[in-house]
């Protein structure tokens, strides 16, 4: 296990270091974009002020859903968004009166969540609003890993909203409540998503999209500003297979946007041109992955496709550790454009993802993915790299459906 | 261990199944091109005769290099090119007299079988012609490979050309000498390369290209020919990357350029795009990949470039199993083009190449690439993966050699 301090990217002192006047537990309360200037007040001595800018960088990040519900605030109910959050859940998880854990949501934190609870020694129940879980995959995609955690010893209550949570008179939680039943908990740990968190931006007048977040131009501006940037958690994103904003609030992106941002800033020259959808994720040896449309969102913007599924293995079949591979793959039809693609496996599936990542990027048809020359060895892939197996049969499919 | 049988895709018996009728032992001794028929003869029985096509689809396949020198034809000497002689060689293992093993040849069958070799115990020496192991990469690449097989106690000599095989008094082959020295050997391996078979195709009067490969058009069609198609490892193949053709027999363009042909073969339409000279490997846990052209190839074909290499880990640093991973990246001067990829690290580094190999065929520069969306999540990848981390160090060179 690494010390807490090992996940700090970069301490106070090496940002201060390099010149940077950083005042930490500093809150800006308001941003008066033509006044170009920030107001702030200090958490611990209460005292306030205004500090000019010429450019200004919004990073305010996204804030955890807590599900609006009594006893959402009772004692041994997690969130799990900080690093004190986290340090909070691993005291929690010392001091818990039982072993019994309820996981609020099927996501990547949900689910990644579970797999923690488990190898701790909790008896886990996640408790979904979706039918099933992971519902960034279409549901048939889902349902495999449904059993997969079922397998694991996971408990998965799909369908299920949660009405609230349950404390005994010293204020600690002792259940999860849904419509239907009452999951027995001695912790909860709530990963139902996040928003961006852009009051301040609002305020300020600055342009939200339809996800709440910030709309930026390719340079990372705030559009409409000349001296505005924001990046991050905080934004929205061009997604390049739609053709639509959307809100994906990933470490990846972040990361990409701060050094376009700094570049722009800095008064060189940098974009971020969008993303296609790309995440990766995993319950214990179950690797999840997912890039581009789904069915629901290609429907959403109008596009018609084809939907193929194929089942392969990570390794030639007659090689030791081949292991089965689940590879969903949409394209439009007519066109025979990729639009997106969907794994669920054991080792070697999560990262194949990245083909289609790239593929769909280039705007390529799935003949075109079909005829890629990707790495062949028996130790690595079959012959047919599973991705471009299920290429072939959407090469197929799209022929067949005119 | 797998049967012996696993390794059979698909056997005689299944093929007459679909009314192919399949002549086993039987060559074919001279092709009519213009008389549309081939002259063949069966191996057993001696007999002779010649059967008419209408089309004809030339599969001949490579056939193994053999050092011209004394000695080769020795006992224990062991080529690796069909069933049978994996077969002979897994004989001639156990009636070995010692555990000394000398693998002739570094490449990826050489690597591999050094693997293999050290496995079961055998003390092995490699034997290769260049400097460095895999000259498929550019040396300071192979430099990795070789203190890796030296790290695993695998002895590697290089640039050592093989003068002869030394065999006692019964014929058995005890060393194989270099000019410089003699290498103790119980057992020899050969894995010196393939030439394309295509004696045949050339006395018929069929091109070949500068590797003694048949030359095809995209559809397989021999070139110039109406109704003789070829493929696999007796054709040449288009290297998308330098617009040039080369001989790359590997099962999956093979396998490919079958389906290919048989839907051309067939009446209906397909083709063979091409190569980026995406090629894995592994010799025990260290993962050798690469894709597009080496220093050298960007060179012949009068490309200028900017080569920049970067260390990075498998997964984010602070998960458990993070494993080093050494990238070298070549890009385009002025256009900032991807021209390749070589990859060598441990678990996890040979399909990341896949990556770049999408790249290629699409041809992106290297800003293109470091603005890729790839799975990220800390199990998988660092936040930035490490071919990415690679194009953001290329774009800085582009840009510094203007």
Redesign the interface.
């Known amino acids: 296990m690494?010390a807490r301090e090992?996940?700090i990217a970069r301490a106070p002192e090496e940002h201060r270091a390099r010149d940077i006047d950083l005042r930490m537990r500093t809150e800006v309360t308001e941003i008066d974009v033509p006044g170009q200037r920030v107001r702030w007040r200090e958490l611990e001595s209460g005292a306030e002020g205004w500090t000019g800018f010429d450019r200004l960088v919004i990073a305010t990040g996204a804030r955890p859903l807590r599900p609006p519900v009594p006893g959402v605030d009772a004692q041994g109910v997690f969130g799990v968004q900080t690093l004190e959050d986290g340090q909070a859940l691993l005291d929690g998880l010392s001091g818990a009166r039982g072993r019994r854990a309820v996981v609020v949501g099927a996501g990547?934190i949900g689910v990644e969540m579970a797999e923690a609870l488990l190898k701790r020694g909790f008896e886990v129940t996640v408790v979904n609003r979706s039918e099933q879980p992971m519902s960034t995959l279409d549901p048939e995609m889902g349902r495999l890993v449904h059993r997969a955690m079922d397998g694991l010893g996971i408990r998965t209550v799909g369908s299920a909203e949660v009405t609230g949570f349950v404390a005994d008179g010293d204020g600690r939680v002792r259940a999860v409540a849904t419509e239907a039943a009452e999951y027995p908990a001695d912790v909860v740990v709530l990963g139902v998503g996040v928003l961006p968190e852009t009051s301040l931006a609002e305020a300020a007048g600055l342009p939200l999209g339809s996800s709440g977040g910030l709309l930026t131009d390719l340079a990372m501006r705030v559009r409409g500003q000349e001296n505005v940037w924001a990046g991050g958690d905080c934004v929205e994103v061009l997604d390049l297979v739609s053709g639509r904003e959307r809100y994906v609030p990933?470490?990846?992106?972040a990361?990409?946007q701060g050094q376009v941002i700094g570049s722009n800033v800095g008064g060189d020259y940098a974009?971020?041109?969008?993303?296609?959808?790309?995440?990766?994720?995993?319950v214990c040896d179950l690797?999840i992955?997912r890039?581009g449309l789904r069915e629901r969102d290609a429907r959403e913007v109008g596009l018609r496709f084809v939907s193929v599924t194929v089942e392969s293995t990570s390794r030639a079949?007659?090689y030791p550790g081949a292991a089965p591979m689940t590879v969903k793959m949409l394209a439009e039809r007519r066109t025979g454009r990729l639009l997106g693609v969907q794994i669920v496996g054991r080792e070697?599936a999560?990262?194949?993802?990245?083909?289609a990542?790239?593929?769909l990027?280039?705007r390529?048809s799935v003949e075109?993915v079909a005829?890629?020359?990707?790495?062949?060895?028996p130790?690595?892939?079959p012959?047919?790299?599973p991705v471009l197996v299920a290429a072939?049969k959407a090469v197929a499919a799209v022929r067949a459906a005119g």
Chains 1, 2 share one sequence.
Do not use: C, I, Q
């Open positions: 690494p090992e996940l990547y990933l470490g990846t992106h990361n990409k974009t971020f041109p969008g993303v296609v959808g790309t995440a990766v994720s995993k690797e992955a890039t079949g007659y070697g999560a990262k194949r993802v990245d083909v990542a790239v593929a990027s280039a390529m075109e005829a890629l020359d990707l790495g062949y060895a130790p690595f892939s012959v047919w790299d072939r």
